[in-house]
């Protein structure tokens, strides 16, 4: 069975870094694309960035483009989030999510608390 | 832009059918995913593609698409079917690459 877990998230001041990581296992993890999604306190879920299967392509939404870095481990199954320039609206439920053909996501960690305040 | 909209809210009486729906352009191009969502959980996708369902869901929910609207349905709604509801699709503006829904509540009464 897929599966992917999340760690890394926590308590951050504006302006601060995190790195968010997600561990897989289950599946091809070499042959997928990933992502990252989040989720504001009592909003929707939120598109935030892609990688491929090699690394080669990666996307980012226009809030966190400039700011975010996604990147990959095949080696170690492994998918992350560098996180800097943090502001509030960035604190969410982060979930690491398994591509499925560049059509959507199918998937979902249990997700990462991130918090960004004072 | 790239938004898809969703009514807020809707309830069903247990066994009843219920349908969600799910607007928006890019809808006309790509087809939508279906997630459940219970509180303090993550999603789960229920509908993918054309009518697909994920193993080990249920044959009750079901998924279909016309125009710029997708729907999702559940024929014959159980208590643990109340969840928030998401729909989701390729963005066709070019500054994403999915875009969610705003969300359904479905409560079942």
């Known amino acids: 069975e897929a599966q992917v877990v999340e760690s890394g998230g926590g308590l951050v001041q504006p302006g601060g870094s995190l790195r968010l990581s997600c561990a897989a296992s289950?599946?091809?993890?070499?042959?997928?694309?990933m992502n990252w999604v989040r989720q504001a306190p009592g909003k929707g879920l939120e598109w935030i960035s892609f990688i491929s299967s090699g690394s080669g392509t990666r996307y980012y939404a226009d809030s966190v483009k400039g700011r975010f870095t996604i990147s990959r481990d095949n080696a170690k199954n492994s998918l992350h989030l560098q996180m800097n320039s943090l502001r509030a609206d960035d604190t969410a439920v982060y979930y690491c999510a398994k591509d499925y053909y560049e059509d959507g996501v199918d998937v979902w960690g249990q997700g990462t608390t991130v918090t960004v305040s004072s | 832009s790239s938004e898809l909209t969703q009514d807020p809210a809707v309830s069903v009486a247990l066994g009843q059918t219920v349908r969600i729906t799910c607007q928006g352009d890019s809808l006309r191009s790509y087809f939508a995913f279906w997630y459940q969502q219970k509180p303090g959980q993550a999603p789960v996708l229920v509908i993918y593609g054309k009518n697909k369902r994920p193993s080990g869901i249920p044959d009750r929910f079901s998924g279909s698409n016309s125009g710029n609207t997708a729907s999702l349905t559940i024929t014959g709604a159980l208590a643990e079917d109340e969840a928030d509801y998401f729909c989701s699709s390729r963005d066709n503006t070019g500054n994403l690459l999915y875009v969610f829904g705003t969300g359904t509540k479905v409560t079942v009464l």
């Open positions: 289950g599946f091809t993890f070499s042959n997928s694309g």
